[in-house]
């Protein structure tokens, strides 16, 4: 089950049916789930973990079908709700099939693999000529059409840089493994880094900076970092072409640009602007998921989360889509607190995992300064994954594994008296090492 949950991955991820539009006639992704689905309901061994996520999830969804079944705009609308509605039927089928630290960490693997396979195919496409000319500059995009936008695709691979961090080893007694998989870590880094400058997303590019700012002050060498950034800063800026250059300047000069590319960060001011303005004609429900464009006459959707959340779902939203973050907080909130009295565990992997996945919710939330995120396919992933690494936490701190068809509440979790199981190998010189 793990396998066909990690395909349907990649063909969302992916969508080879939109790379081959002979695939898309196959309806390849309606029949892969169908399957996925069958496979699940009758052969699939599944276990059901208690956590309030689940709820908040389930009243921000009830949010999106109320918002769109009262909107003026409704028929604009169904594809965002339904799109939703199969994110959460996955979501649903990780936290009832995932079980345990090694298939939590095949699942995080297998997501990883795909981005990376992504990634490579864009770049591949790229250097054949395939690119948009936009903002005067040509621009890197995704090979498929429905999240391939430069933006889109840039944002893509900020939200999921934290997560291939965690397998980053060091004090491993495998010298040879641990050589390999650092290669393979530092490989996928400079993939991101290279596909996040060739797409000239500027919100992506200070997504990453605020990434690599962020990674250097949680660890021990953070002032030698921060000496060699200050050192090899102007020789990767040089490194970068000069319409990027131009591109990334109009950050903090935007004269260095087209009049376009100002224009384009004025947007984001304009998009809050008009989501409150639908925030105040409707109050309660907003004018409806995905109906952003008919609703306020704009030609571009609002490429920025804090006007999309009020003006597409209105206070019903704001309340449920707030009780979502509280409750992503409270988990990982609570894996720290298992672990504090811990410190020779901090190699751990669901603790590792934990501080990655607070990282990634901090750029989603900064990256919706810049973009339109509220409905991306990240959070029920990564809240996904962030359950079921509570509920390894919690079986560890009872001594032995919970059988299947019972699960450990979140709210019985406890640090005190319980014994713990063996440390697994390997460490990890970012995590939970800051002086």
């Known amino acids: 089950m793990l396998y066909l949950l990690a395909g349907y991955m990649f063909l969302f991820i992916h969508r080879p049916f939109e790379v081959w539009p002979a695939l898309g006639e196959m309806r390849l992704e309606l029949v892969y789930m169908l399957l996925a689905g069958l496979v699940w309901v009758t052969f699939a061994q599944k276990d059901w973990i208690a956590n309030r996520l689940h709820v908040a999830f389930l009243l921000f969804t009830g949010a999106v079908v109320i918002s769109w079944l009262v909107s003026p705009w409704q028929d604009k609308s169904g594809t965002v709700v339904e799109d939703y509605l199969k994110l959460l039927v996955f979501y649903g089928m990780l936290v009832t099939v995932v079980r345990g630290e090694e298939s939590l960490r095949f699942m995080v693997k297998a997501f990883l693999v795909v981005m990376a396979l992504y990634m490579l195919h864009s770049l591949w496409e790229y250097h054949n000529g395939r690119h948009f000319y936009r903002m005067d500059i040509h621009r890197l995009v995704g090979v498929d059409t429905s999240f391939g936008d430069p933006n889109a695709f840039g944002a893509s691979i900020v939200y999921a840089l934290p997560l291939v961090l965690i397998f980053w080893r060091r004090g491993d007694t495998d010298r040879a493994r641990a050589t390999r998989t650092n290669c393979l870590v530092a490989g996928y880094v400079a993939v991101s880094v290279l596909c996040v400058v060739l797409t000239g997303s500027r919100a992506a590019f200070v997504g990453l900076l605020l990434f690599a700012l962020l990674l250097g002050w949680h660890t021990r060498w953070r002032l030698r970092l921060g000496v060699a950034a200050l050192v090899l800063s102007p020789l990767l800026w040089f490194l970068i072409p000069g319409e990027l250059q131009d591109r990334f300047a109009t950050i903090v000069d935007p004269a260095r640009g087209p009049t376009n590319a100002q224009t384009s960060a004025e947007g984001r001011i304009e998009g809050l602007r ?146 713990w199981q063996p440390a697994l190998p390997g460490g990890n010189p970012w995590i939970g090492t800051r002086a």
């Open 274 to 419: 008009m989501g409150l303005d639908q925030w105040l004609a409707n109050a309660v429900t907003g004018c409806g998921p995905g109906a952003w464009r008919p609703a306020t006459g704009s030609t571009i959707e609002s490429h920025t989360l804090y006007g999309q959340l009020p003006g597409e779902l209105g206070t019903l939203g704001i309340l449920t889509f707030g009780g979502v973050l509280l409750c992503l907080l409270w988990n990982v909130r609570r894996i720290n607190a298992a672990y504090r009295d811990h410190p020779e565990r901090v190699n751990d992997f669901p603790l590792r995992l934990n501080k990655a996945l607070g990282l990634a919710f901090l750029l989603m939330l900064f990256g919706g300064l810049f973009g339109h995120n509220l409905f991306r396919h990240n959070w029920l992933w990564y809240g996904s994954f962030l359950i079921v690494a509570q509920q390894v936490v919690a079986e560890r701190l009872s001594g032995k594994p919970s059988p299947c068809g019972t699960s450990l509440s979140s709210e019985r979790m406890s640090v005190s008296g319980r014994a």
